[in-house]
């Protein structure tokens, strides 16, 4: 009896621990959530965009069903060893809380490398809505004669959105950046560029031109290398659900910084004509190629 009183003790004793895990990291995901420029936004889907939601769904079952069948052996086997330990040997030794600490030690491994994943998951989970809503404002301009391509494969990274327009070929960055703790007002959304960096409210990114700016240089590039000649490529870097105040600092700036809510990816389908139609075609095939063939 005592055997199995403290087989049960320690197991149960596992799954409190790991409840209390979960529900806190469960507090916190919320909180990350609404610090999103695009919490509580109506965004439209995209293709299979329920089934990716019921393949991650799906897919945590799957995690959860595979400990289960990983661990019945061991927690079988320890069943079937306490209760033939005699209760004498049962007192607690030196030895004893060595494999105490153990545990303790184990288990705060496995929370910190589950928060560790955790955080790189929602990091992903941002990116990816932020790319999702780029794509779909991005993707009306081809009403407006551009040819549109989304998740362009480089060397070891990708672009992620090229819109071949009238002007030029822009190489489209998309960021997503959260909103300051504790805030709630409009301003939190505003971000300042003077063409060299981006002042959000709680803090300065200038790595986010420069990439933008080295993506382009590449695309640049490799379209010469492609087609002989040299095609205007211009950088921009997309910023969903951010509000942009621009300093007279960044008139002629390098790199464009913009929102593609509402209209404000409108400008890549203007301006003066510098790349007929066919020759956007062209492009648009030189480009096509370092996509996997189907």
């Keep these: 009896m005592k055997a199995n009183l403290i087989m049960l003790a320690v197991c149960g004793l596992s799954l409190i621990l790991s409840a209390m895990t979960v529900f806190c990291i469960a507090l916190w995901k919320r909180r990350v959530e609404r610090r999103s420029p695009l919490y509580g936004r109506q965004v439209g889907h995209v293709p299979g965009q329920q089934l990716v939601k019921r393949q991650n769904e799906a ?24 209760v033939r330990v005699p209760p004498e040997r049962l007192r607690p030794d030196g030895t004893t809380w060595i494999f105490v600490v153990a545990a ?74 959260r909103r300051p703790k504790g805030k709630k007002d409009q301003e939190v959304h505003r ?3 003077d063409g060299k ?8 990114n200038t790595e986010a031109i420069a990439q933008a700016a080295r993506q382009a240089q590449w695309l640049k590039r ?13 950088p921009a870097l997309a910023l969903p659900g951010w509000f ?17 809510m509402g209209k ?20 648009a095939q030189a480009l096509a190629v370092r996509y996997p063939s189907l």
């Excluded at 897919?59 to 306490?82: E, R």
Aim: aromatic share 10%; proline share 5%.
């Design 264 to 283: 404000g990816a409108d400008f890549l389908a203007r301006g003066q004509e510098r790349l007929p139609p066919e020759h956007r075609k062209l492009i």
């Design 197 to 204: 960096a981006l002042r959000f409210p709680d803090f300065v």
């Design 222 to 234: 490799k379209l010469r290398e492609s087609l002989g000649v040299d095609v205007p490529v211009l």
């Design 191 to 193: 971000v300042n560029y």
């Design 59 to 82: 897919g945590d079952g799957m995690l959860l069903s595979g400990l289960l069948m990983y661990l019945s052996a061991p927690l079988m086997l320890l069943a079937w060893a306490m």
């Design 104 to 177: 303790l030690l184990l288990f705060a491994w496995g929370a910190y490398d589950f928060v560790k994943h955790f955080q790189r998951a929602q990091a992903a989970k941002d990116g990816l809505l932020a790319e999702r809503v780029t794509g779909m404002q991005l993707n009306r301009l081809v009403a407006e004669g551009c040819v549109v391509m989304h998740d362009l494969p480089a060397e070891n990274f990708n672009i992620d959105h090229v819109v071949i327009g009238p002007r030029g070929v822009y190489a489209v960055e998309t960021k997503s950046f």
């Design 244 to 260: 942009i105040d621009r300093a007279d600092a960044s008139k002629g700036a390098e790199v464009a910084v913009f929102t593609p």
